[in-house]
């Protein structure tokens, strides 16, 4: 048997000559023929020709960077990452043969955008947004531009924060980029980049994956079209987005209500519990203000910016409406995601399947659209919708409020793994609303159970770091006391790129310890009235309590988590070199 062997690696120092060493070694063992292309930056690289490509009965390719498939074409090909190949060289070869396959005709694609994208130089923008608009925005967005410059392109990121847009793109910066790349969890105004190559991601992908998402937006990224007044495109030029998607762009907007909304009502505590009652006081215009006013618009934007991520503007007044009648009906944050899921719905079948005359089609989203949709969502939650979700929402928070402490450390314990599962995923985001959501019914502990063990993983990773210097190098350990921060500020993305090269370790380690915190915070009858801000929350009276007890969960489940990982992360020397 013949067999052609490329190894490399992204320095192209350790692993790749190590690999085609042991590869050439054990092909000998097996007495193949075998020609071995060995992509390194210390020896001189012999490539394969076209003779022993042609020759070959099979291609194996051990490789953790990119490597130019395309001569490759028609053959079978077996592809991992070069570290595979380390352990038992003889049973990877053969294993190689077995499931070797011809390269398919995207494979081939996405190999030739690989290797064309960093052949010569590209100018890139980007954006990138995420539901809160603190971490995974801004991490997202560093990633995004450090690969980029690795790889010898112009790259612009502009970041849609809690604070707003920052460094934001210019009209000639757009004209003249190669490549659009939106990095955003939530809805994102796409008009500006109408005409341009545009790939579409999420910030998690464009965090852990930057490489191999920069290479398939070269690969994959088609022409924008944008259809003015409605969020319809045509098929081929943008990705449908999922529920997720639409229910976190609503949750991105109603947290800056929640936030003004319970430290209002914190402040006002602190003249009394009850000092509120007595009208004419500060604490009563401060409950006003927090209960009376920012929280009785929590539902409203809640259920308007879902129907506006599926709908554009001709969806934001349905959706306002039929959130306004959740929250007067009881229904609540879930009768308000459901008014906003059935107008936005509404609107777009109205905008896409709707036809009028050409000299009527300017009224469609400015008045047929706005009037219809909020009559079939206005009805709908009236007489079918509104009674069972308020029905619902009252049992829920009755039973959240009256439950026994087993009841209570159990969901604590649900909470806690779901904060620590994905750090900032869909998971994680999934409990998070739930918490932020149940603010609305004055119902608190959640809320303080989710915090809690948000902040444990990236408090955990740096203490972690510091009970155990020896087994992490400097960068690492400097990245150890940025976790640290990060989850004081209830950031869980700082743990992120500790999971991202030892996510079978860090990620049980971090559930085991939130598990702990949010049982811990759900049996101390901790209540947080803000739904961010991590212990800086502290300095607002009345906004945790117990405080000394929520502390102690926080300090129980970071110590949990920094001691196992200490213990079970291996030292460099204990792990097989990496290049």
Same mark, same amino acid.
């Given at each position: 048997?013949?067999?052609?062997?490329?190894?490399?690696?992204?320095?192209?120092?350790?692993?790749?000559?190590?690999?085609?060493?042991?590869?050439?070694?054990?092909?000998?063992?097996?007495?193949?023929?075998?020609?071995?292309?060995?992509?390194?930056?210390?020896?001189?690289?012999?490539?394969?020709?076209?003779?022993?490509?042609? =020759? +070959? !009965?099979?291609?194996? *390719? @051990?490789?953790?960077?990119? /490597?130019?498939?395309?001569? %490759?074409? $028609? &053959? #079978?090909?077996?592809?991992?990452?070069?570290?595979?190949?380390?352990?038992?060289?003889?049973?990877?070869?053969?294993?190689?043969?077995?499931?070797?396959?011809?390269?398919?005709?995207?494979?081939?694609?996405?190999?030739?955008?690989?290797?064309?994208?960093?052949?010569?130089?590209?100018?890139?923008?980007?954006?990138?947004?995420?539901?809160?608009?603190?971490?995974?925005?801004?991490?997202?967005?560093?990633?995004?531009?450090?690969?980029?410059?690795?790889?010898?392109?112009?790259?612009?990121?502009?970041?849609?924060?809690?604070?707003?847009?920052?460094?934001?793109?210019?009209?000639?910066?757009?004209? =003249? +980029? !190669?490549?659009?790349? *939106? @990095?955003?969890?939530?809805? /994102?105004?796409?008009?500006? %980049?109408? $005409? &341009? #190559?545009?790939?579409?991601?999420?910030?998690?992908?464009?965090?852990?994956?930057?490489?191999?998402?920069?290479?398939?937006?070269?690969?994959?990224?088609?022409?924008?079209?944008?259809?003015?007044?409605?969020?319809?495109?045509?098929?081929?030029?943008?990705?449908?987005?999922?529920?997720?998607?639409?229910?976190?762009?609503?949750?991105?907007?109603?947290?800056?209500?929640?936030?003004?909304?319970?430290?209002?009502?914190?402040?006002?505590?602190?003249?009394?519990?009850?000092?509120?009652?007595?009208?004419?006081?500060?604490?009563?215009?401060?409950?006003?203000?927090?209960?009376?006013?920012?929280?009785?618009?929590?539902?409203?934007?809640?259920?308007?910016?879902?129907?506006?991520?599926?709908?554009?503007?001709?969806?934001?007044?349905?959706?306002?409406?039929?959130?306004?009648?959740?929250?007067?009906?009881?229904?609540?944050?879930?009768?308000?995601?459901?008014?906003?899921?059935?107008?936005?719905?509404?609107?777009?079948?109205?905008?896409?399947?709707?036809?009028?005359?050409?000299?009527?089609?300017?009224?469609?989203?400015?008045?047929?659209?706005?009037?219809?949709?909020?009559?079939?969502?206005?009805?709908?939650?009236?007489?079918?919708?509104?009674?069972?979700?308020?029905?619902?929402?009252?049992?829920?928070?009755?039973?959240?409020?009256?439950?026994?402490?087993?009841?209570?450390?159990?969901?604590?314990?649900?909470?806690?793994?779901?904060?620590?599962?994905?750090?900032?995923?869909?998971?994680?985001?999934?409990?998070?609303?739930?918490?932020?959501?149940?603010?609305?019914?004055?119902?608190?502990?959640?809320?303080?159970?989710?915090?809690?063990?948000?902040?444990?993983?990236?408090?955990?990773?740096?203490?972690?770091?510091?009970?155990?210097?020896?087994?992490?190098?400097?960068?690492?350990?400097?990245?150890?006391?940025?976790?640290?921060?990060?989850?004081?500020?209830?950031?869980?993305?700082?743990?992120?790129?500790?999971?991202?090269?030892?996510?079978?370790?860090?990620?049980?380690?971090?559930?085991?310890?939130?598990?702990?915190?949010?049982?811990?915070?759900?049996?101390?009858?901790?209540?947080?009235?803000?739904?961010?801000?991590?212990?800086?929350?502290?300095?607002?009276?009345?906004?945790?309590?117990?405080?000394?007890?929520?502390?102690?969960?926080?300090?129980?489940?970071?110590?949990?988590?920094?001691?196992?990982?200490?213990?079970?992360?291996?030292?460099?020397?204990?792990?097989?070199?990496?290049?």
């Amino acid at each position: 048997m013949k067999i052609a062997i490329v190894t490399a690696c992204p320095s192209g120092i350790a692993n790749s000559v190590i690999a085609a060493g042991l590869l050439e070694k054990a092909a000998a063992e097996l007495k193949w023929n075998a020609d071995i292309e060995s992509q390194s930056t210390v020896t001189a690289s012999t490539l394969l020709t076209t003779e022993q490509i042609k =020759a +070959a !009965d099979y291609i194996v *390719i @051990a490789a953790s960077t990119a /490597v130019d498939t395309s001569r %490759f074409a $028609g &053959k #079978k090909v077996y592809q991992s990452a070069v570290s595979a190949c380390f352990s038992d060289p003889k049973a990877y070869l053969e294993l190689a043969v077995d499931k070797a396959a011809v390269l398919s005709a995207s494979e081939l694609k996405n190999a030739e955008a690989a290797v064309s994208n960093t052949s010569g130089k590209k100018k890139i923008v980007a954006i990138t947004a995420c539901p809160t608009g603190v971490a995974h925005t801004f991490m997202a967005a560093e990633a995004l531009e450090q690969e980029g410059q690795r790889q010898g392109h112009d790259i612009k990121v502009e970041t849609r924060g809690s604070v707003g847009a920052k460094n934001q793109l210019t009209d000639e910066e757009i004209s =003249a +980029a !190669d490549l659009v790349i *939106i @990095a955003a969890d939530i809805e /994102v105004d796409l008009a500006r %980049f109408d $005409g &341009k #190559k545009l790939y579409k991601t999420s910030t998690g992908l464009a965090l852990k994956k930057t490489k191999q998402e920069m290479d398939k937006a070269f690969s994959s990224a088609s022409v924008y079209k944008h259809e003015a007044g409605s969020a319809s495109s045509s098929a081929q030029n943008q990705e449908k987005t999922g529920a997720y998607k639409h229910l976190m762009t609503g949750v991105s907007h109603m947290l800056p209500l929640v936030v003004a909304g319970g430290l209002s009502i914190a402040l006002s505590f602190v003249f009394g519990i009850e000092a509120f009652k007595e009208e004419g006081t500060l604490a009563a215009a401060l409950m006003t203000i927090g209960g009376g006013s920012a929280f009785a618009l929590m539902v409203p934007v809640l259920a308007g910016f879902i129907a506006f991520s599926i709908a554009d503007r001709p969806g934001l007044a349905p959706g306002l409406i039929g959130g306004m009648l959740a929250s007067s009906t009881g229904a609540g944050f879930l009768g308000g995601i459901v008014a906003g899921f059935l107008a936005g719905y509404s609107a777009k079948f109205l905008a896409d399947k709707v036809k009028l005359p050409q000299s009527m089609e300017a009224l469609k989203p400015i008045l047929i659209i706005p009037l219809v949709a909020s009559l079939i969502t206005g009805l709908i939650m009236i007489y079918v919708v509104g009674g069972p979700v308020a029905a619902a929402m009252t049992g829920l928070t009755e039973f959240l409020n009256n439950m026994g402490s087993a009841n209570a450390v159990l969901l604590g314990i649900i909470l806690g793994c779901m904060m620590c599962f994905d750090l900032g995923g869909p998971v994680n985001k999934a409990a998070y609303t739930f918490g932020v959501g149940l603010l609305a019914s004055q119902t608190y502990a959640p809320m303080a159970a989710v915090m809690a063990a948000g902040m444990v993983p990236a408090m955990g990773m740096g203490l972690a770091t510091f009970l155990a210097k020896r087994k992490f190098n400097s960068s690492e350990s400097e990245a150890g006391k940025a976790s640290f921060v990060l989850g004081l500020c209830f950031i869980s993305e700082g743990a992120i790129p500790f999971a991202a090269r030892d996510p079978m370790r860090v990620i049980p380690c971090c559930m085991a310890g939130g598990a702990l915190t949010g049982a811990l915070s759900m049996l101390f009858g901790a209540q947080l009235m803000a739904p961010h801000g991590g212990l800086f929350v502290l300095l607002i009276p009345n906004a945790i309590s117990p405080a000394l007890m929520y502390l102690v969960a926080i300090a129980a489940g970071t110590l949990v988590t920094g001691i196992s990982y200490a213990l079970l992360k291996k030292s460099d020397q204990e792990q097989l070199v990496t290049a």
